[in-house]
């Protein structure tokens, strides 16, 4: 992994796969209640969709760029609510493994794999991926949707999913990118227990260093952007009883904006990067 001396200090203090696992448990109410039950990005081709719609939108880009054959063994880095699995099972009959670190995430991504008759097709497991067991020559596809930027040692994960992908398997990563020695992206590493945002380049040298090789790779900022504006715009409504919750949730409210001039800065990107193993 990459580091500048100094710069990535402050993320790292609060970026423990424990300190990682305190955050998503005890905002998970606040992640629902702001963004719903799939935690990513939308990507909004006109900025007038609904959230919900342009969530979908997102797994649809990403699935073509892919062009994941029917009936996949996917493994789903950082599953969340589980909204994702299940989107992948339905629509190409996937068969889906999830990892998460959050006991209260995947408590409710199970109810949600239950209530939509997947269970047979969508199991998920309380496990970080960095300590995962992967197996060799397994998967069609990994994919790492806003994971990777908690990961302490990215090099070595991406080495561990060229391992886990059979000849010709596809990766998925969509990340924050944007370099440490960037104010505002240290303040979004923080804020969000990033242990360190990395560049699409260095990402790119990631995937290439581990044996794999980049077939696409996308800047979606300007498709994502309305996600954070709805997000305030939702935040701003709850602001009345900002006094009424923990210094944890207000700390998350007060990300939003930071993230969201990160983004209007040009400092913050959103890389969508597909790979294959040749």
Not at 64 to 72: K, S, T
Request: glycine share 6%.
């Amino acid at each position: 992994m990459s580091t500048t001396s100094g710069i990535t200090a402050d993320a790292a203090l609060n970026s423990s796969v424990e300190a990682i696992r305190q955050h998503y448990d005890s905002l998970s109410l606040w992640y629902r209640l702001f963004w719903g039950d799939h935690l990513h990005h939308g990507w909004f081709n006109t900025g007038t969709e609904k959230s919900s719609e342009a969530q979908i939108e997102m797994l649809r880009q990403c699935t073509a760029m892919l062009r994941i054959p029917i009936a996949a063994r996917v493994l789903d880095v950082g599953c969340g609510y589980g909204a994702t699995g299940i989107f992948l099972a339905s629509e190409l009959a996937c068969q889906v493994d999830g990892l998460n670190v959050s006991p209260n995430q995947l408590m409710v991504a199970k109810k949600k794999v239950a209530a939509a008759k997947l269970s047979p097709k969508v199991q998920l497991r309380l496990q970080d991926a960095e300590s995962f067991v992967y197996p060799a020559d397994y998967y069609d596809l990994v994919w790492t949707m806003e994971s990777s930027e908690h990961f302490s040692d990215k090099q070595r994960y991406f080495h561990q999913v060229h391992r886990t992908l059979r000849r010709d398997g596809r990766l998925l990563v969509a990340a924050w990118t944007g370099s440490m020695g960037s104010y505002s992206v240290r303040g979004v590493a923080k804020h969000f227990v990033c242990r360190e945002i990395c560049t699409a380049d260095e990402y790119v040298g990631f995937i290439e260093s581990a044996g794999m090789r980049v077939q696409n790779l996308v800047n979606a900022t300007t498709y994502v952007v309305p996600t954070w504006r709805i997000c305030l715009s939702r935040v701003k409504r709850f602001g009345l009883l900002r006094h009424l919750v923990s210094q944890e949730v207000r700390s998350f409210a007060d990300g939003l904006e930071i993230i969201l001039d990160a983004y209007l800065s040009g400092e913050l990107n959103y890389t969508i990067i597909a790979g294959t193993r040749s």
